[in-house]
């Protein structure tokens, strides 16, 4: 890279600055906020910001801040040769001339720009050593974001572990500024959280700010009372959102207000601390109305709702009369306000009654179930969400078993009914010409407590947030849904022993994390000097060590959550602290076997994606009947899983030569990174004794299960090391939620593992098999060796886009693969419909085959992906990669 120039600041010196074409008040009080951060930044390092007393004022140490492409920053940057941006939300940094004494130039073509601008040049001065290297800026730097909503979720889940937070004051300022210089450009704040289902559940004790309206809001006409919660407190609550919400504001945030719950059996729950009274059916919609608008008022600076709209949220699927009431708010607030649907159990009818509002409309479904996945849209649904009838044949799948259970039959008519492939992805939303906008949200199932910060991982779903013209990603906070469900805990929220509490706040241990996710989604080709700087600021010479170990162990769960799915719920399924399920017995019902077939055990587990991912006794049955491997095997991913770990703790290693003595901040990163390469082979070794044992099942050789035995004794110990080192630093018992594997530490995990490891052993001892054929000795060997990678490149350019009705002429060349087969798979982005296939026909040196243009007349995208076979095994273009981080499948747009 180039530098348009250099300076050297002196630390006694003053750096001064002018604005160039700021208008409004608005934008000066925006700007205002970013020079105060800038001027604390270099009062840190020595130095005083002055505002210039002259137009004129020039010279190494000045700044000229200009907002817009206004005919002065305009020929100044053209006499630079720098093409000034001007999309939303983009910047540009560069000198006024050509020589190094030349003013610095920080630009935006809006105010949000602006604010990026001096943002990055106040990370440099933070997190840089001297501020001569901060000012040393590769030039120059142009910034234009790739995605439209880059937001986060700060969920609110607990009175006793979030009330601290929600009521600290410079915690969020502090926490803004992370943001915004991350370039985040929404806070949600999100209530009403706390349950799966606001009725039928044994669980609600804990309901501060669950209902969140009478928490926040007195309103008039009602009657509606709420105990335990004197007034003052109440004035507190509100008084803390309108801080939050102006704070935001002033830093470039959009700020959206999450509410969650609508209602919920306010009359069936004694135990809860705060009883809300005066509430029924016959007034609950306006009461709900009439509280929004109150709060809307108070708080101008809400700029957007968000809205569960199914059953969880307290009202059953298809009452519309409660939303028509409801939105009344929103069209008699007096402004603008972005409404963000929940996708689960929406339909057609409610989707239209959010755009009779005249407002602008999103509809945001779940990424990758309840869980962080990997970063591409997966390519088919599980069979479970396929049941459009909402029957319960092939699953064991209970929403509630109370006594009462038959009050709320037929609540769930959309979201376990006619419409259930919505639960857990983008469903038959992504249609040309839609009416709405569209985000994805990703839950906070996978990894709750554990460090994480992978760029190239984070830049694949920055790739992937604008999908099929998506606006964005919201991502849920670090530490969302601590001490849910009435679990809180008075101790750390990050779940360390005493001598490592941290002594500032809990979010700060995710700082890289921020810096990760929202420079990637902001571009994905990042600078990637803003995370060099961001891991020496805190590690010094080990840091690039640091960053490589990181990255590779962020894999691990990720790819766990996608390629083995006991359950999409984040309320079940936690692999970051797994709770073992048996390769051996029937699931019981909880935590996983209500929503898979009766008779599941581990190997028969499949996967988030099924179009992509084969199961252990899917695999195992193949090898046995010697059909051929046609989707990416379980050994492939358990290799990439260890290679991950190998990684992590190689580069780990090289992290510790690299100091001398270990920092408490160095030895944490080593025990999350130790943890989670620890759970990565565990999974890897469990994954090859689940394939074994399912081969075993098969075949009778007792030899075959004895190396399944071998197996998972090494997953076992893999487990222990993680188990051994989490008990120096973690508590024993981290809370996300009342049940057992919602809590715990990684060493109560290892009896349960112990256990089905012994009555694995006693079942080889009781059936005293014979020791298998010469097929059953080349398997378990193929299983143990097995080192197929399944990807090949090929040559191919993908058509962007086709006019519909259009046949589309596909073309493949494998390379170093002449003659093999060849076939092309092909679907809509429609998650009901199901893959095409076609064979591909050889003829001048490549593979030729169409998709027939009666499947492109659709208002749906064409995804397409090549299989090759070769020797029993296929290997796919362009594939998921041995980083797996790529996409495995074309997209083409259609246009009418």
Known sequence: MTRQGETVLDQEDSVSFRVIGVESAAERDGLDWGIALLADRLGTCGAALRQAAAPGAGGRDHLDLALGAGAEITRIAAACDVTLPEGVESFAIFRNGREAQAPLCLYGADLRGLIYAITELADRLRTMPTPEQAFDIPLPLVGEPATRVRSLSKCFSSEVEDLPWFRDRD?????????????????????????NYPYGNEFLSDVYLHFAYPFLVDVPGHGVTITNLPEAERRENLDTLKFIAREAARRGLEFQLALWTQNYDFDHYPGARHQVQ????????????????????????????????????????????????????????????????????????????????????????????????????QASIRPLELDLEGGKKSARKTLYSGDDAHRFDGLWKFSEGSRKFMRYSYGDLLTAGRPYDLMFRIWPGTQRVLLWGDPVLAAAFGANGSFSGAAGIELCDPLSFKGRMGAAQDKDRIGYNKPYFPRSRDWEKFTYTYRVWGRSLYDPRADGQAFERGMAAKYGPAAPHCATALASASRIMPLIAHAHAPTASNNSYWPEMYENMSILHDAPPLPYGYELPVGSRFGTVGATDPQMFLSPAGFARALRDGAPIRKLAPLTWANWLEQFADTAEAAMARALDRTGEESTALYLLRVDVTIMAGIGRFFAEKIRAATLWEYYLLSGAAGVGREALRCYRAARAAWAVAAEISCEVYLEDIAFGPLRWLRGRWDDRLP???????????????????????????????????????????????????????????????????????????????????????????????????????????????????????DGVSSFFPGLGEDVSSTPYFHIKTRN
């Open 171 to 195: 915690g969020w300022q502090a926490y803004l500024d992370e943001l915004v210089t991350h370039r985040f450009n929404r806070l949600t704040l999100t209530l009403g959280m706390h349950y």
């Open 278 to 377: 005066g509430l029924g059916p016959d007034n609950l919609a306006a009461y709900c109305r009439d509280a929004l608008a109150l709060i809307l008022a108070e708080v101008p600076e809400i700029s957007g709702l968000t809205l569960r709209v199914h059953v969880e949220s307290g009202i059953p699927e298809g009452d519309y009369a409660f939303w028509k009431t409801y939105f009344g708010a929103v069209t008699g607030a007096g402004r603008t306000l972005r409404l963000d649907l929940h996708a689960k159990g929406i339909d057609e009818t409610l989707i239209g009654m959010a755009l009779e509002t005249r407002m602008p409309v999103t509809v945001s479904p779940k990424y990758t179930l309840e869980h962080m996945g990997l970063a591409y849209h």
């Open 752 to 870: 349960a593992i112990d256990a089905d490891i012994e009555d694995m052993a006693a079942r080889l001892a009781a059936d005293g098999a014979g020791e298998g054929t010469r097929q059953d000795a080349l398997a378990v060997a193929r299983i143990l060796h097995w080192s197929a990678a399944q990807i090949m490149p090929c040559q191919h350019v993908p058509r962007p886009e086709v006019t519909r009705g259009e046949p589309v002429r596909i073309t493949c060349t494998p390379f170093g693969a002449s003659r093999r087969d060849v076939r092309l798979l092909f679907r809509q982005t429609l998650q009901t419909a199901p893959w095409q296939e076609a064979p591909m026909t050889w003829a001048g040196g490549a593979c030729h085959a169409t998709i027939p243009g009666e499947y492109t007349d659709s208002p749906y995208a064409i995804l397409y992906y090549f299989e090759i076979a070769c």
